[in-house]
T-cell receptor, first 112, second 112 residues
Framework: DAGITQSPRHKVTETGTPVTLRCHQT?????MYWYRQDPGHGLRLIHY???????DKGEVSDGYSVSRSKTEDFLLTLESATSSQTSVYFC???????????FGPGTRLTVL | GQQLNQSPQSMFIQEGEDVSMNCTSS?????WLWYKQEPGEGPVLLIA?????ELTSNGRLTAQFGITRKDSFLNISASIPSDVGIYFC????????????FGKGTRLSVIA
């Protein structure tokens, strides 16, 4: 599992509330990614990071922000959650010398 | 964003049968990856391919990096019930920070 944990694993929240999801890795990987997975859309990249304080947008970044203040943690924040952000969110790391990515166990988020 | 064309979308097969699925793109890729995802879990890496023409096996699974670098194939021999899941292909076009591109997955069902 490349030492990746996600928290929380499940969350139910209300529209308009802020939500932060955490991805934690223990193996000092430089690259980290946040994806969302929805039926019919597969995995879509939200944001990614290529180092501490270095982040970039993916294809579905609207409504999301990220922070990486230390190597081991990559936080995904929904400033004001909407029902369209109900999804399963996966964090991934990439091995530095290859293109291989490993995924965390996921967070199921429901926005009511 | 760009996605890979993965087919078939779903398959229903008898236990013991062989399975083939593929991914195609109009662009050249430098790396092809194949993942399996089971319900409630994150995608798990099965096979990574790094060179055109490369053929790599992992138990009953065999994957190939197409000669044109625009496609990849995954074969499963003598399927068993635990092969059930969604299989994703992913490709990496360039080195550096460029994110992976994913197919939408092939859902495999095995009938005992």
């Amino acid at each position: 599992d490349a030492g990746i944990t996600q928290s929380p694993r499940h969350k139910v929240t209300e529209t308009g509330t802020p939500v932060t999801l955490r991805c934690h890795q223990t193996e000092n990987h430089r690259y980290m990614y946040w994806y969302r997975q929805d039926p019919g859309h597969g995995l879509r990249l939200i944001h990614y990071s290529y180092g501490v304080k270095d982040t970039d947008k993916g294809e579905v970044s609207d409504g999301y922000s990220v922070s990486r203040s230390k190597t081991e943690d990559f936080l995904l924040t929904l400033e004001s959650a909407t029902s369209s952000q109900t999804s399963v969110y996966f964090c991934a790391i990439r091995l530095t010398d290859t293109d291989t990515q490993y995924f965390g166990p996921g967070t199921r988020l429901t926005v009511l | 964003g760009q996605q890979l064309n993965q087919s078939p979308q779903s398959m229903f097969i008898q236990e013991g049968e062989d399975v083939s699925m593929n991914c195609t793109s109009s662009s050249i890729f430098n790396t092809w990856l194949w993942y399996k995802q089971e319900p409630g879990e994150g995608p798990v890496l099965l096979i990574a391919l790094y060179k055109a023409g490369e053929l790599t096996s992992n138990g009953r699974l065999t994957a190939q990096f197409g000669i044109t670098r625009k496609d990849s194939f995954l074969n499963i021999s003598a399927s068993i019930p635990s092969d059930v899941g969604i299989y994703f292909c992913a490709g990496h076009r360039n080195s550096g920070n460029t994110p992976l591109v994913f197919g939408k997955g092939t859902r495999l069902s095995v009938i005992a």
